[in-house]
């Protein structure tokens, strides 16, 4: 368990760094403070367990632990601005290129040899993932979380507002529109999309297509990459059934990976 501390010793440095309060809220119990809570919660993601498993080990071993009903509390209740502001504090500095691209998990996890065998349907329902992703240091800086899948132009603007000194944006044939490229164009960003078929080219479009440079593009495929390596280390499903248990797993995900490259 000295890995457990070592890591609650980087979020309790972590959230003093964005300068949190030491307890969740001011008038609840001071038992366990904030960073007991997220501290666990990381644990439960790079452990693939659920909360009662992670309350048993953590006694087994020794170890202070919320129960698990107050950390399915505490998961609803910390606001999507702190796992944010941790994930961007785990990323760093930006190299300023960067790429955008969008998954999905699974909202249950069953056995597929098992459906199988009963005739039954693979699930299709998921929660929709989007992120930017740099392409140099090949952490996250920023995800948007939805319950229902929703097409990947309803959240770009959201991304691109909330990360600094973007030079490059990569992205694929999904994203080509003409507005992506106009907003880019007015940030002073080299976009780095190919262009669709049987689409009308606006000015921003042909402007940013003369810069085009193959090269950059196909550092793309690192977004995909990141995707492949959050789900096959840490799952590609989510245990909660609420949005806000959603979004913490799933950026907290986020929040393993970069902490895995900061070593």
């Known amino acids: 368990m000295k890995e457990v501390r070592n890591l609650q010793i980087k979020i309790k440095r972590l959230l003093k760094k964005?300068?949190?309060?030491?307890?969740?809220?001011?008038?609840?119990?001071?038992?366990?403070?904030?960073?007991?809570?997220?501290?666990?919660?990381?644990?439960?993601?790079?452990?693939?367990?659920?909360?009662?498993?992670?309350?048993?080990?953590s006694n087994i071993f020794g170890q202070k632990c919320p129960t698990y009903s107050a950390l399915c509390k505490s998961r609803k209740k910390i606001p999507i601005k702190l796992w944010q502001k941790l994930l961007k504090l785990t990323a760093g500095l930006s190299s300023g290129k960067v790429a955008i691209d969008g998954t999905g998990f699974s909202k249950s996890n069953p056995s597929f040899h098992y459906l199988k065998r009963i005739d039954s349907k693979n699930p299709k329902n998921y929660t929709k993932l989007s992120a930017l992703l740099d392409l140099e240091t090949k952490k996250f800086l920023v995800m948007r979380i939805r319950t229902t899948p929703r097409h990947d132009m309803q959240d770009v603007k959201y991304l691109l507002k909330r990360v600094r000194g973007i030079k490059s944006f990569s992205a694929d044939k999904g994203y080509d529109s003409e507005e992506v490229h106009e907003i880019c164009y007015w940030k002073g960003i080299q976009t780095y999309i190919p262009s669709r078929k049987n689409v009308?080219?606006?000015?921003?479009?042909?402007?940013?297509?003369k810069n085009w440079d193959q090269k950059e593009y196909n550092l793309r495929g690192n977004v995909e990459s990141g995707f492949s390596a959050i789900k096959r280390k840490y799952g590609g499903f989510v245990r909660a059934k609420r949005i806000e248990g959603m979004r913490a797993e799933i950026i907290l995900k986020g929040i393993a990976h970069n902490l895995e490259l900061i070593n």
């Open 18 to 57: 964005i300068k949190y309060p030491e307890f969740l809220h001011r008038f609840g119990p001071k038992t366990y403070k904030l960073e007991d809570h997220v501290s666990r919660l990381l644990v439960m993601q790079i452990c693939q367990l659920s909360l009662r498993r992670i309350e048993k080990i």
């Open 200 to 209: 009308k080219h606006g000015w921003a479009r042909k402007k940013q297509i």
